[in-house]
């Protein structure tokens, strides 16, 4: 298998646009391939709001680098524990949700990486990641990988992290900040009010704040022409599918669809 390659931090690096299919309910490896035939860029697996486990994590993750498809995870906390046991199962980067104040993505950093710029702890050929990045015969390659090509992705999605936007984009190792929608305008007193004139402009400054520190701006959003409207505006990173509300939307559809056809004959 190949997995840990670098190739979506290179095309971080290339500024592409990448959307993203998100796991939040399915433990079945069939959303893996759903989203890997459909042509999604990423697959995006999330431990923040879902009961997914780490052994299911785990699976995913092993598919997704079978079938040659990036994959990125949404940890729950920042913490040791859990930053160092999903970058253990060798995704190709995390994101880390309500991220507030520079410390916070200091902190980050410092978790991610190998010593001697932070202090993640090795595990060599123990793990998945010694595994997949050729820890035979060299183990400075898992080391190398982490320090350098993995992606590391930030959510801004607070009040707080709106006024301290500067200081969070500015620390080194960042590579991707994706605005989280509904806690963003829950936090700005307008919730769920996406089209407001005033969350917009909240939006463009991060967009704006984010092309000025090298850092790739992302937006949770999969309605066809929101997504380009955001495009057109800088956005790069679209969380543009999730497994859960697909399903939802499309039964829905087909049953009312159904019960339209029956009503007419």
């Given amino acids: 298998m190949k997995g840990c390659t670098g190739k979506l ?4 690096r290339n500024g592409d646009v990448l959307l993203h299919g998100c796991v ?4 079945s490896g069939a959303v893996i391939e759903m989203y890997h035939e459909a042509g999604y860029d990423v697959i995006f697996l999330d431990r923040e ?3 997914l486990n ?4 785990l699976e995913h993750i092993r598919l997704a680098r079978a079938l040659e498809i990036p994959c990125m995870v949404r940890v729950a906390e920042i913490s040791y524990a859990e930053l160092n046991r ?10 880390v949700p309500r991220v507030r104040t520079r410390q916070d993505v200091e902190e980050i950093v410092r978790l991610t990486k190998f010593p001697p710029k932070g202090v993640k702890g090795f595990g060599a050929s123990t793990c998945p990641a010694g595994m997949y990045v050729g820890w035979q015969p060299d183990g400075r390659k898992q080391l190398d990988f982490f320090n350098s090509e993995f992606v590391l992705g930030i959510q801004i999605e607070t009040k707080e992290a709106l006024e301290n936007l500067e200081e969070i984009l500015s620390v080194p190792g960042i590579d991707i900040a994706v605005i989280g ?3 963003l305008t829950l936090g ?12 917009i402009e909240e939006v463009r400054r991060v967009i704006a704040a984010c092309q000025r520190f090298g850092v790739l701006p992302g937006i949770a959003c999969g309605e066809p ?23 939802w939307m499309h039964t829905q559809k087909q049953i009312d669809d159904i019960r339209k056809c029956l009503e007419t004959t």
């Fill in 86 to 95: 999903v970058m253990d199962q060798a995704p190709d980067g995390i994101y």
């Fill in 225 to 247: 022409e929101k997504v380009r409207f955001w495009k057109d505006q800088g956005m790069r990173v679209f969380w543009a599918a999730a497994d859960i509300v697909s399903l």
């Fill in 54 to 57: 780490s052994e299911t994590i």
């Fill in 24 to 27: 939040m309910d399915s433990r």
């Fill in 49 to 51: 709001h879902t009961a």
């Fill in 9 to 12: 931090k290179q095309r971080v």
């Fill in 188 to 199: 700005l007193g307008m919730p769920g009010e996406f089209d407001h004139p005033a969350y």
């Fill in 181 to 183: 929608n509904d806690d």
